[in-house]
């Protein structure tokens, strides 16, 4: 995994450092203090500037990272995360061979997509967006991207992107409702600040890249799902059903009550009437 990180980075918790962990940890740190994250498993590099433009620097220079690894998690640092749950989501992602794939997000994260928020009835849920938040990349599919990373701090764009470069991308992507992590901040305030020193916002990326690639309203459709009896779920309406009654049963435990109300019905909506959207975009070479 590669962790873009500041000095408030929770990378520490993750595990990474345990006898016997299965997955290795690069921390990609863009803070001024050099005596920062030394510790040896931390494998410190460092870069200022945004997330991606930061990876896309470090893959730049380290191309061999994505030959030797099958995945790269590439989660925000400010996630409550712990190894089984690491180590789950790479097993996952091998087993299902998906393209890419996030963690759900706790019920007392920070969240702007509610269909990302966990959902106690799934195992896991086949979805045709996956956000900037957490994704987890098989390698190719992180090197086709690649290029799109240099010009972006804020990520926002390549998440409409990367679930559609095959010919056929149904069943490739998907949020693991089994494996939650915590989002502990407030999305955005920190690298909105940031961008506006460079003249920059998140949303005109995001402009810049849906002009270029067709594409508009970010908000992803679950369109199939594995219950946690082993059971296939492919109606969207009906999931987008089960998923609503969840948010409401566990309301209480939502840190967002107000943005959670103000999502119940965008999301039925989108579940009912939005067509799922995994037509292969190209992209320039």
């Not at 959670?260 to 965008?266: E, G, P, V, Y």
Request: hydrophobic share 40%.
């Amino acid at each position: 995994m590669i962790v873009r990180a500041g000095d408030g980075s929770l990378h520490r918790g993750w595990g990474a450092g345990d006898a016997g962990c299965t997955f290795d940890l690069i921390v990609s740190y863009f803070g001024t203090d050099p005596s920062a994250f030394r510790l040896p498993y931390e494998n410190r590099v460092d870069h200022h500037g945004g997330k991606w433009d930061g990876i896309h620097a470090l893959l730049t220079q380290r191309p061999d990272l994505l030959e030797r690894y099958r995945y790269i998690w590439l989660p925000d640092d400010d996630l409550e995360a712990d190894r089984p749950t690491i180590e789950g989501l790479f097993a996952s992602m091998r087993r299902l061979d998906l393209h890419v794939g996030q963690p759900a997000l706790t019920l007392d994260s920070y969240f702007t997509h509610l269909p990302f928020v966990r959902c106690k009835s799934f195992e896991f849920r086949l979805v045709d967006r996956i956000e900037i938040m957490a994704p987890c990349l098989r390698a190719d599919v992180l090197a086709r991207m690649l290029p799109l990373f240099e010009n972006s701090m804020s990520g926002f764009g390549l998440d409409s992107l990367w679930t559609r470069l095959a010919s056929d991308n149904v069943g490739t992507s998907a949020v693991f409702d089994a494996l939650p992590v915590r989002h502990t901040r407030p999305v955005g305030l920190f690298l909105a600040s940031k961008m506006l020193k460079s003249g920059r916002t998140p949303e005109s990326e995001g402009r810049q890249l849906g002009s270029k690639y067709g594409f508009r309203e970010f908000f992803p459709v679950s369109y199939g799902a594995v219950d946690r009896k082993g059971r296939r779920w492919r109606s969207p309406p009906i999931i987008g059903l089960r998923m609503v009654g969840d948010y409401l049963m566990d309301s209480k435990d939502f840190r967002q009550v107000h943005r959670l109300r103000k999502r119940f019905w965008h999301l039925l909506r989108r579940q009912f009437s939005k067509p799922v959207d995994l037509s292969r975009v190209i992209l320039d070479p």
